[in-house]
């Protein structure tokens, strides 16, 4: 099975910031390589899918990059809607989750 | 407007069963998979569950396999998840969430419902 490890597990960001999460897979999975948003209560939103496509509505200040096994999730300039908790998946294999990254007020 | 509606969680003891539903709407349902994720309270995602567009191909993780059955009616629009021998650990909130491909084959999940409550308790 295909294991992913998304680092770090927590971070504290103020508005305006630049954030980095970062995913690794335990083999290659190319591209297949997706990000979610997800806020308290509520259902997972899709950001990101094939590593860098930007969901249509998501704003571009969310991007991604990489291939193989790592894989990295920006955020250009954090706003306050973006304090969230955001998990990797992968669907080279299955479709396994990262544990997730909580973004939180600094 | 895509929507993903799902019911028939609650309350059951472990060792019991419980089938949930998702009713889809808004899209040409028998062209997409559908998978089945779960979240315990205060925990990560963790994929369950998919079925292929036809019904065809079903795909468990390690841990729900042979205990959970998944399953769609084109005709009705819908997905089921039928759970049985269950145990504390499968206490969740359980997720449908469409998946879409790429023509690239990658599969995303592009729409998710609400969510049904699972207590596994005694």
Redesign the interface.
């Known amino acids: 099975?295909i294991q992913m490890t998304q680092s770090p597990s927590s971070l504290s960001a103020s508005v305006g910031d630049r954030v980095t999460i970062s995913c690794r897979a335990s083999q290659s999975i190319d591209?297949?390589l997706?990000w979610?948003q997800?806020k308290p209560g509520t259902?997972?939103?899709?950001l990101i899918?094939?590593a860098s496509?930007l969901?249509r509505g998501v704003p571009s200040r969310f991007s991604g990059s990489g291939s193989g096994t790592d894989f990295t999730l920006t955020i250009s300039s954090l706003q306050p809607e973006d304090f969230a908790t955001y998990?990797c998946?992968q669907?080279y294999g299955?479709?396994?989750?990262?544990?997730?990254t909580k973004v939180e007020v600094k | 407007e895509v929507r993903l509606v799902e019911s028939g969680g609650g309350l059951v003891q472990p060792g019991g069963s419980l089938r949930l539903s998702c009713e889809a709407s808004g899209f040409t349902f028998d062209t997409y998979e559908v998978?089945w994720?779960r979240q315990a309270a205060g925990k990560?995602?963790?994929?369950v569950s998919?079925i292929s567009d036809s019904g065809r191909s079903t795909?468990y993780?390690?841990s729900v396999q042979g205990r959970f059955t998944i399953a769609r009616d084109n005709a009705k629009n819908s997905l089921y998840l039928q759970m049985t021998s269950l145990r504390v650990e499968d206490t969740a909130v359980y997720?449908c969430a469409r998946?879409r491909l790429?023509f690239?084959?990658?599969?995303?999940?592009?729409y998710?419902?609400?969510?049904t409550l699972v207590t596994v308790s005694s």
Do not use: M, S
């Not at chain 1, 299955?94 to 997730?100: A, L, N, P, S, V």
């Open positions: 099975d591209r297949y997706n979610y997800q259902a997972p939103k899709l899918y094939a496509t969901q998990y998946q669907t299955d479709r396994t989750f990262g544990q997730g | 998978n994720v990560g995602l963790e994929w998919h795909y993780r390690d997720y998946g790429t690239g084959g990658v599969i995303y999940f592009d998710w419902g609400q969510g």
